[in-house]
C-alpha cells in the first residue's frame, strides 16, 4: 500500500496549489483520506478530511473558506486545491488514509489513519 503526494511548490502570498496523491495497493473507495501539515519545528496538524469516501468534508479552521478537498474514487486519488495561500502556510504537506471504521470524532487525529504518503513541501513567500 502506497500513498503518492504531489504538486508542491513555493508560491508568493495569494498564490493556489493543487496537491494530488494517488493510492496504490488497495481501493480507499470507502476510506477517510486526510491532508495533514508539519513545518518546521511544529507538530503534525490536522488540514482536511474527506470522510468515508466523500460522506463530508471537514476543515480545519485555518483552512477554511480557501482549501478545499476533492477525490476521485475511481481513480483512487485525493486533492486539495489551496488558494490564498499565506507564509504560514508553509509546511510539507502529508495525506492519510483512514479505514471506514474511524467515527468523525477521530478523524482529525493523527493515530487515526492508518496509510501515510511521504509528504510534498509547500513553501509560500511574503
Known amino acids: 500500500v502506497q500513498l503518492q503526494a504531489s504538486g508542491g511548490g513555493l508560491v508568493q502570498a495569494g498564490g493556489s496549489l493543487r496537491l494530488s496523491c494517488e493510492a496504490s495497493?488497495?481501493?480507499?473507495?470507502?476510506?477517510?483520506m486526510g491532508w495533514f501539515r508539519q513545518a518546521p519545528g511544529k507538530e503534525r496538524e490536522f488540514v482536511v478530511a474527506s470522510f468515508r469516501g466523500g460522506v463530508s468534508n471537514i476543515y480545519a479552521n485555518s483552512a477554511k473558506g480557501r482549501f478545499t478537498i476533492s477525490r476521485d474514487n475511481a481513480k483512487n486519488a485525493v486533492y486539495l486545491q489551496m488558494n490564498s495561500l499565506k507564509p504560514e502556510d508553509t509546511a510539507v504537506y502529508y495525506c492519510?488514509?483512514?479505514?471506514?471504521?474511524?467515527?468523525?470524532?477521530?478523524?482529525?487525529?493523527?493515530?487515526?489513519?492508518?496509510?501515510w504518503g511521504q509528504g510534498t513541501q509547500v513553501t509560500v513567500s511574503a
Open positions: 495497493g488497495r481501493t480507499f473507495r470507502t476510506y477517510t
Open positions: 492519510a488514509a483512514a479505514p471506514s471504521s474511524r467515527i468523525l470524532s477521530t478523524i482529525r487525529e493523527i493515530d487515526a489513519y492508518d496509510y
